[in-house]
């Protein structure tokens, strides 16, 4: 609004200023036409100018319905041979004919300075007017050309007003629905019942509350597996801790600090897996936290961790790296790894083997964890990155949240996953395949 009054304000002003110029161009000619008259009156005798004015002559040049005309002659020597002696002038800057505006006897004039060569010699002719001409042409043609315009500014600053309250008027209806909703209530807007304008929007917004249900759902189902996934093992680790209390048998109390011991590593893993899922969500920000690494380097620096598990487990565990130049969050991918490796150990019967891998397909870093244990079965390859989901009849302590947190990490690098059948025909292969690395 305030764009479009500027220019419509710049627009009349120039529009006025060109239509008042040759009003005042006009005038201006009327009083050079003025000063060259009087030249033709001004003669030589003994030696000096005069200016032989015959009274009826100077009423003729004086006579004007409206404004006072003055005039003075001035000879080569700056004496005033005629005229009004009083009368001020201003050359402008040596100009012929030059124009200037002064005042004379408490009156705005308006005057032209004209030098010219007559019979009698060089002279200075100067004619002045009051401005009240001016004024009443200026006036006419603003109330001519300005007020209109400024009354059609108004007239478009309502309508336009009026245009945009009633367009906007659906989505004024929208916002004061959904600010007297509770902030719990998600139910869709009625589509239907908007204007074709705003049913776009509409729907747009109901897509969203769709999306924060799913989500708040995924949330509390979260929230419910994750504190009975918690229960089980502090439950089970305070009826150890009262049993071994009570128990006087050294070897049955060993037995029962080892179950304690157990499910203090249980509770532990998953309080770690938890922790690591919560700040893997996709939408979390690492731009910041992104680093140029080798996967190489990564998997050799947490070698000796996964080597540590293998050799406890019964597991042959080997390393095929090759440089994998990639940007990634560091931390994230040491999780990732954590979880792939853990999860493969897990799952491979004791004296079975799993094969860490990493290298450059096609310009794509990848990741690759190989094993020749039970495999996971095609029909759930597309269940087993739920949280929290197991596979049923499967053996083991883990709590199914392992793979929910490497997908959630291949998420938040722009990674692919892929399963595939181990080469020997028996056992899983994961590969995570993760976006060219820039430059």
Known sequence: MIPLVAVLAVSILLDYRLALRPAENALDRALEDAALAITAHLHLR??????????????????????EVHFAVIDPARRVVGGDPDLPWSDGGGGNPAYFDASHRGRAIRGV????????GPATIVVAETT???????????????????????????LVAFGVR??????????????TRSPRDLRPLPVEAEPPETRPLVAALNQLFRLIEESSAGQQRFLANAAHQLRTPLAALQ?????AAADRDPQ??????????????????????????????????????????DLSEVIEAQASGYLDRAIAAGIDLGFELQPAPVRVVRWLINELLANLVDNAIAYTPRGGRVTVRCGGRGGRPFIEVEDNGPGIPAAERSRVFERFYRIPGTQGTGCGLGLAIVKEIADTHGAAIEFATSAEGQGTRVVVEFPAAPG
């Open 239 to 243: 009826t150890q801790f009262e049993l």
């Open 166 to 179: 009633y367009g906007l008027a659906p989505l004024s209806a929208l916002r004061k629905e959904i600010e």
């Open 252 to 293: 049955s109390q060993r037995a029962r600090l080892e179950a304690i011991g157990e499910a203090t590593r249980r509770v532990s893993r998953l309080t770690t897996q938890l922790l690591a899922l919560a700040k893997s969500e996709p939408a979390a920000n690492i731009t910041a936290q992104l680093q140029d690494l």
């Open 113 to 120: 300075v004209f030098r010219a060569v007559t019979e009698a």
């Open 132 to 158: 009240v001409k001016r004024d009443q042409v200026a006036r006419s043609i603003f109330a001519a050309m300005v007020l209109p315009n400024v009354l059609l500014i108004i007239i478009t600053l309502v």
């Open 46 to 67: 003994d030696g000096l100018m005069h200016l032989e004015l015959s009274p009826l002559s100077d009423m003729i040049l004086r006579s004007d319905q409206v404004d």
